[in-house]
């Protein structure tokens, strides 16, 4: 809008409100969208534009909406997931309870806000080959919405497909390959009484697979980590999950458990698997009591052997660098620490930025900053 219009607008406010021109620019910062929530309260950035440890220079911030008129976010607004697409140029979040919007990462402009959805939105995850994301029910659908995962067209964002779970789903994740789903459930067993399965779906007839990972096993993941309960190895031969103080390792093809990782003292909050297949990454939930020692701990895992490779105390969140050389970690209280995998030793460090992932070709980085706030970085050559 040009200036002088914006100038007419004003005036045109003020004459005809009686509550004068100050109240008239409040109500002009923050109008109220058509789902009756707020613009977030932009502020300023204060941590690092360059992350030199991992080559990243910040690109967006990306402000979701916001319950309050003011555009202070509270903890009702809150981001379920984001994920990017392998080619870094677009992120998909989901907000409680049920809107997602698509960004450009490069600019932070939205390309596209959905909002109401019947199911709600939950978990959120791109194909490898970046031609659909799939997304779970919010945390308040019930029924059988609930138990809906949607798979979207990414160009025209319109729903393509769904798949229906024997349960609840709090995760899903594309196998690289792009044509298996891993769809984690909570399956009511009786009244008030549940169990965790992992179901792997056949994406383009959308049916159940031939064989199915630890299909009626309990996996008793954290549902506080419902991001990284799941992971697939870069070949898609394996799929490991959380149970308890252990990681499984299932094979795809057979359906057999193939490794049990054992070696944490609290609950395995997350699993990742190293670009180059070599290692497997874990973490444990917190402490309950600061007289009990550090917050949570990451354990390095040899993929082929199951062997341990290093325990570092202190870590509740992992990520792994494009070339799977490093992984940055840390928790909620902390800086990251920039490890180095081989060895397990800690080579730098670097202010907190939340929950980070790199895109599939390694070139765009995001960052869950604070509520529904994400940050994209460009990593650079």
Known sequence: MRKTQVLAVLVAVCLLGGAGLAQSKRRARNISQET????????????????????????????????????????????????????????????????LIVWDAQTGRRKKVIDPWESGFGDVAFSPDGTMFATGPGNLTAEAAARTVTLWDAKTYRAAGKIVSAGSVQTVRFSPDGKSLAVVSDVETDPDTFKTVVEVWDVQSRKLAAVQPAKGRSIDGSALFVMSRVAFSPDGSRLATSTKQAVEVWDVKTGELAQTL????????????????????????????????????????DARTGEKVKTLPGYTYAVFSPDGKLIASGNEDKEYSVIDVSTGSVTSRFPRLGALRFSRNGRRAASYDDLVVIRTWQVLK
Request: charged content about 20%.
């Open 36 to 99: 009756g929530r707020y613009p977030a309260k932009r502020v300023a950035w204060k941590g690092p534009t360059t992350i030199k440890p991992l080559n990243m220079r910040l690109l967006a911030t990306l402000y979701g909406d916001v319950s309050n008129p003011d555009g202070r976010a509270v903890p009702d607004d809150v981001i379920q997931n984001f994920d990017l697409s392998p080619d870094g140029s677009t992120l998909v979040c989901a907000y409680f309870p049920s809107t």
């Open 262 to 301: 054992r070696g944490h003292e609290k609950d395995v909050s997350g699993v990742w698997f190293s670009p180059d297949n070599r290692f497997l990454v874990s973490t444990a939930e917190q402490q309950t009591s600061a007289d009990t020692g550090p917050l949570g701990e990451l354990v390095i895992w």
